[in-house]
């Protein structure tokens, strides 16, 4: 398989990489522009830059811009004799690119509004999981672009190791599991969450989970009503200001 071949799998397996380009080269260089280096986040790769110091200091960079949730490119200039020892006495620039996977969004609820959400989440580049209890809801002619657990939502929600690169939408048939759900949730470091509803609904969640003894600061963490603000009143209209609010967070965290 080819280098490209080797990247539109880990693409498609949702597997996030750093793509590591020369683009500039002076002198005598192990690699010339062009060559490429793909590294994962256990440290394998694919491809070469030209191996030695060179390539174990673009290596070690790419692993820290994977671990830097805001930074998504890097510029290396390197001179081989001066910096890293090598005899080949030339310069190479290396262009680092991270190729991240794509942003998890789990819907707790399978109603009017969460099929709409789901599909134009999918659209836009959302991988999306739809959680729901109740299976003639939750079908795959219904949601066809996402994966389908027919689990308690509640249940699932405790489960689900979620953390920075998660965003959560809690819809639900059922005004208390709402609450279940996102009692959960507001525990844990999501990207977004957002809970369906009216504003009178949103105050009394904020007022049950301040009784419950909830942080201020987990009190704050759930938008409600999600999404932007623009008179929305069918599912799919719904859905359109939801992933609005998706895609702003989605590309403010870029």
């Not at 990247?7 to 002198?27: D, K, M, Y």
């Not at 920075?164 to 009692?183: F, K, M, R």
């Not at 009190?219 to 623009?230: L, Y």
Request: aromatic residues 6%; charged residues 20%; contains cysteine.
């Amino acid at each position: 398989m080819t280098l490209f071949g080797d990247i539109a799998q880990l693409e498609a397996e949702g597997r996030p990489f750093v793509l590591c380009t020369v683009i500039a080269s002076h002198g005598s260089t192990p690699q010339k522009p062009g060559s490429r280096l793909v590294v994962l986040g256990d440290g394998s790769l694919r491809g070469t830059i030209g191996g030695g110091a060179i390539e174990k200091q673009v290596i070690d960079a790419a692993l820290a811009l994977l671990a830097d949730d805001a930074a998504q490119t890097r510029t290396l200039e390197t001179h081989l004799t001066h910096d890293l020892g090598m005899c080949c006495g030339g310069k190479m620039t290396v262009f680092l690119e991270k190729h991240g996977a794509p942003a998890q969004l789990f819907v707790f609820g399978a109603g009017h509004v969460a099929k709409e959400l789901a599909a134009l989440a999918a659209h836009v580049g959302f991988q999306v999981t739809v959680v729901d209890e109740r299976a003639e809801w939750l079908t795959a002619e219904r949601f066809p672009n996402a994966t389908r657990r027919l689990e308690q939502p509640d249940v699932v929600a405790k489960s689900l190791p979620l953390g920075p690169q998660a965003y959560c939408c809690v819809a639900t048939h059922d005004h208390p599991l709402d609450q279940a759900v996102t009692e959960v949730l507001v525990k844990k470091p999501l990207a977004y969450l957002g809970v369906i509803g009216s504003q009178r609904k949103a105050l009394r969640f904020r007022q049950r989970l301040e009784a419950a003894g909830f942080t201020a600061d987990e009190v704050a963490r759930f938008e409600s009503p999600m999404g932007v603000e623009i008179d929305a009143l069918t599912p799919s209209e719904i859905a359109v200001s939801i992933v609005a609010r998706l895609i702003a967070v989605r590309r403010k965290r870029s």
